[in-house]
């Protein structure tokens, strides 16, 4: 492992200014967003929308980083490149999601568990010829009165922790996400709860593992109200409670902390962001989004499958991907998306 190579990684995904753009969507999942806009779901149309998105310009001046799903990172853009020298010309690390999806855990029904490991040593070398400098795991965790389980904690913790010491032996940076899921009618202080119990957890087992806080990303939830919820806590509220709960969990060696969006509207993700970097004065570690549907929902749309309107969206991704850069300084404001 060198501890030099990871933090010189981490350092560029998170620069000030800049965060990570999920565009890891497995085929099923992407085929049911395309489905979703009468796009056909052919590999043709992936890789056009793909092209689409990494070919945005100026993208790189807020995007540190693209986590690619495996077929992307093995394939070429609609012009000949491959993804990762797409990404590369725009100044954006390539990074590559490894685990095999959230699977049922064994005798706790509802909850799942993130599976991935077997072979996972050789893949990542593979992955790390083929030009990705980092990784991504996520773990599903869901909220109920009596759920998660401490079973559903430990068993994701030590996968996470696992996942990321093999990565950091193939000097390749793990992205860890735990994800408390929205769904749910629970109220903030339950999320705070459960939030802060799995990222104790997941500290725990890094240390376990002996995985070099200065070579990781954090991708966790923001502490926010179910979006079932009859009173849904205000974006100031949601900010601070999840700054109380990092400060409460997180050592000051993690160099940054980017967030996923959890199906929050794209501009309700930009707005908490935003607020905690504006209220958060001076945090140990880089404030920042990995956002997947935050960031591409909206260029999905205008692209709708139609090669027409392949700059209107660019322009579109590149806007969303401005307006987080700004949050990530705490310098974004309403008006800025009016004014575009
Ligand atoms: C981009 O979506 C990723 C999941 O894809 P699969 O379910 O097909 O594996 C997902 O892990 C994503 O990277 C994170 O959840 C962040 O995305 P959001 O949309 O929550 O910001």
């Known amino acids: 492992m ?104 064994a005798l706790h029904p509802g909850e799942k568990v993130t599976e991935g490991l077997d072979g996972l040593g050789p893949r990542l070398a593979e992955y790390s010829e083929l030009g990705a400098r980092f990784a991504k795991w996520r773990a599903v965790y869901t909220v109920t009165d009596s759920l998660p389980s401490q079973a559903c904690y430990t068993a994701n913790a030590h996968a996470l922790a696992r996942y990321a010491a093999l990565c950091q032996e193939n000097d390749i940076v ?17 999320s705070f709860e459960v939030t802060q119990h799995a990222q104790h957890t997941v500290f725990a087992a890094l240390a376990d593992q002996d995985v070099d806080l200065r070579g990781i990303v954090l991708k966790p ?10 009173d849904r806590a205000g974006i100031r509220e949601v900010a601070q409670e999840t700054l109380r709960c990092l400060s409460s969990t997180v050592p000051a060696a993690v160099p940054g902390i980017a967030f996923l969006s959890g199906g929050q509207s794209d501009e309700e993700a930009t707005q908490h962001l935003n607020a905690m970097n504006e209220i958060g004065g001076s945090l140990p570690w880089a404030v920042t989004f990995s ?50």
């Not at 890789?47 to 945005?56: D, K």
């Not at 793990?174 to 339950?190: A, Q």
């Not at 939830?221 to 009859?230: C, D, H, L, T």
Request: hydrophobic letters at 40%; glycine letters at 12%.
């Open 2 to 105: 060198n501890i030099d190579t990871l933090k010189t990684t981490a350092q560029a995904m998170v620069a000030p200014g800049r965060g990570i753009l999920a565009m890891d969507e497995s085929s099923p999942t992407c085929n049911k967003r395309f489905e979703g806009l009468g796009i056909p779901t052919t590999i043709e149309m992936r890789r056009e929308y793909r092209t689409m998105l990494v070919s945005s310009p100026g993208l790189g001046d807020h995007i540190g980083g693209a986590i690619l799903f495996d077929e992307t990172l093995r394939d070429h853009t609609t012009d000949g490149r491959s993804f990762v020298q797409a990404l590369q010309e725009q100044g954006i690390v390539p990074g590559i999601k490894v685990d095999t999806g959230a699977k049922d855990l």
């Open 174 to 190: 793990p992205i860890v996400e735990p994800e408390v899921l929205i769904d749910g009618n629970h109220d903030l202080g339950r």
């Open 221 to 230: 939830s923001m502490v926010i109200s179910g979006a079932g919820a009859a």
């Open 291 to 340: 956002y997947g549907r935050a960031l591409q929902a909206a260029a999905m749309k205008r692209w709708a499958g139609h090669s027409d309107n392949v700059e209107s969206a660019r322009q579109v991704a590149f806007h969303r991907a401005q307006m987080n850069g700004a949050a990530a300084l705490g310098q974004y404001s309403s008006e800025m998306e009016k004014a575009a």
